[in-house]
């Protein structure tokens, strides 16, 4: 049977994709965030996944107001790399395990969660950034990928708590598939930041660490913050960090904590970084 071998958490701040794309990553300003990755390239070499679950945010590069589902799951062979405004980026395209994809959407789906199925869908930066982070600069990426796309962007977005349970039922669901893949779940973006408005360029540290503490040691606890307090305690971007709450619930019970990393700042934005395996 399918298997969850780990978890992963990253932001994906597409500047960060910029300084790979522009070969920046040694620069004064982007070699302290490319350092706290070095870990991560290596143990992933050595705990190589058949199949990523990334789940991300579109950013009206898919999906716009016209139509913004709250889950969407990626169920083709392969995924376009999209067009922000500035060309694709320069990275390979994105193949999925269609297999294992429809199994999940059945499987959540009877489980009562109501999810938009994409036969067709072009990824942005918040997939590539971070399989560029942990994978580096490839002329293919190592592995199948099953995009899921969250609404972080319009209210109302799902509460954390629906989506740690969601990362339970994700759990159930790869377990029952009968062929034996070594699955990694990842939730992507954050940490804290503001893009717009007087609060521009806020980062609250301490509401970070104390996130990253209770994924790791209480994900129930962090699982019931509402969306006035990620909206208060982390910018009006902050709530992305629901998304690492899929991968959490998608652990189990309990975790070790393997790599940790924060930085402040990266165009804006803080940083932020964890692999867990089964305790």
């Not at 978890?7 to 620069?27: C, F, N, Q, R």
């Not at 190589?48 to 990334?54: A, C, G, Q, T, Y």
């Not at 036969?119 to 592995?143: E, Q």
């Amino acid at each position: 049977m399918a298997r969850v071998s780990a978890g992963v958490t990253t932001s994906h701040v597409p500047a960060i994709g910029a300084a790979i794309d522009k070969g920046l990553t040694e620069s004064d300003y982007w070699k302290p965030v490319f350092e706290g990755y070095e870990f991560s390239k290596q143990w992933i070499k050595q705990q190589r996944p058949d199949v990523v679950f990334l789940v991300y945010n579109d950013h009206a590069s898919n999906f716009s107001l016209e139509c913004l589902p709250t889950f969407a799951i990626g169920c083709a062979d392969h995924f376009a790399v999209a067009d922000e405004g500035f060309g694709p980026r320069p990275v390979p395209p994105v193949l999925g395990h269609p297999d294992l994809a429809c199994h999940i959407a059945e499987s959540l789906i009877l489980d009562d969660f109501d999810l938009t199925i994409m036969n067709k869908l072009d990824v942005d930066h918040g997939l590539t950034v971070p399989m560029s982070l942990l994978f580096g600069r490839l002329d293919a990426w190592p592995v199948k990928v099953i995009p899921f796309a969250v609404n972080v962007v319009e209210y109302p977005q799902p509460s954390g708590k629906r989506c740690f349970r969601l990362g339970q039922a994700l759990r159930r669901a790869i377990e029952s598939f009968p062929e034996e893949l070594n699955v990694q779940v990842w939730g992507t973006g954050g940490m804290s930041h503001q893009l717009q408005g007087p609060r521009a360029g806020f980062i609250n540290s301490a509401f970070d660490h104390a996130f990253l503490d209770g994924l790791v040691k209480d994900p129930d606890a962090i699982a019931e913050i509402r969306h006035l307090e990620y909206l208060r305690e982390s910018g009006s971007e902050g709530i992305e960090m629901i998304m690492w709450l899929v991968m959490r619930g998608a652990m189990g019970e309990d975790v070790r904590e393997v790599h940790r990393f924060y930085h402040v700042p990266a165009s804006n934005s803080a940083v932020g970084h964890l692999i867990v395996e089964p305790a």
